[in-house]
């Protein structure tokens, strides 16, 4: 179990990015996790580094594959595995989950929403509440237009409806999942699952640290 000792010392924490339509936006997201390939230290003084970053190619359109290629051929923290198809956004993270070694899973979107500087945040508000994942919590809306967040929304509503939980409406893509949770979910997560239900079987301590989230570069995520 990874506990709070280990990451009082170096954690590590390897991000999962899942990728549709990446190319343009992988490599600024890259330069933006380097800094965090060396140890850092918190805003409550604990100490982690970003030990891998892995890049799940999701079978998308526009030319993906080749930047990931140049991006491992070039930068060492960096791995990738290619989906035999199109698996879907929440299948391709579950699938880099379980390749991952961290003490930690940080899972971020592809087209630059999210940014990489608030980790030490995720990292801090785990070892305080001793939670098996921390979600983001925006303080804006997505940067993807009203009828998709609306959408969006609605989706979430409708879950809750169906599953009865009222911790729905939080779940975000950002987030940052205890290793140990997300590779055992991993093992028994089909496809087609909704990853946020399945955390809920294999964790109940969930905690979130507020973010803005950016607008998507020149095109929103392919999610």
Avoid: C
Wanted: hydrophobic fraction near 40%; charged fraction near 20%; glycine fraction near 10%.
């Amino acid at each position: 179990m990874v506990n709070q000792g280990q990451l009082d010392g170096v954690g590590t924490v390897s991000v999962v990015i899942p990728v549709y339509r990446g190319a343009t936006t992988i490599v600024d997201l890259i330069e933006e996790i380097r800094p965090f390939f060396s140890a850092v230290t918190t805003p409550a003084g604990h100490r982690f580094r970003v030990s891998e970053v892995i890049l799940v190619d999701d079978n998308g359109p526009d030319g993906s594959d080749r930047v990931i290629a140049e991006l491992v051929a070039t930068v060492p923290e960096v791995r990738s595995l290619r989906l035999s198809r199109n698996f879907g956004q929440h299948a391709a993270t579950i699938a880099g989950m379980s390749s991952s070694t961290g003490d930690w899973i940080a899972t971020i979107d592809e087209d630059g929403q999210h940014d990489p500087a608030a980790l030490p945040s995720f990292v801090d508000e785990a070892i305080r509440t001793h939670a098996g994942v921390v979600y983001a919590r925006p303080t804006n809306p997505a940067p993807h237009g009203a009828m998709r967040n609306l959408a969006s929304r609605a989706s979430k509503s409708i879950m809750s409806m169906v599953i009865g939980s009222k911790g729905f409406r939080e779940y975000q893509s950002y987030r940052l999942v205890r290793g140990e949770v997300g590779r055992h979910l991993a093992e028994f997560a089909a496809s087609g699952v909704y990853l946020d239900v399945a955390l809920g079987w294999v964790t109940e301590r969930v905690a979130s640290v507020t973010v803005v989230l950016r607008a998507g570069g020149e095109r929103s995520s392919g999610y």
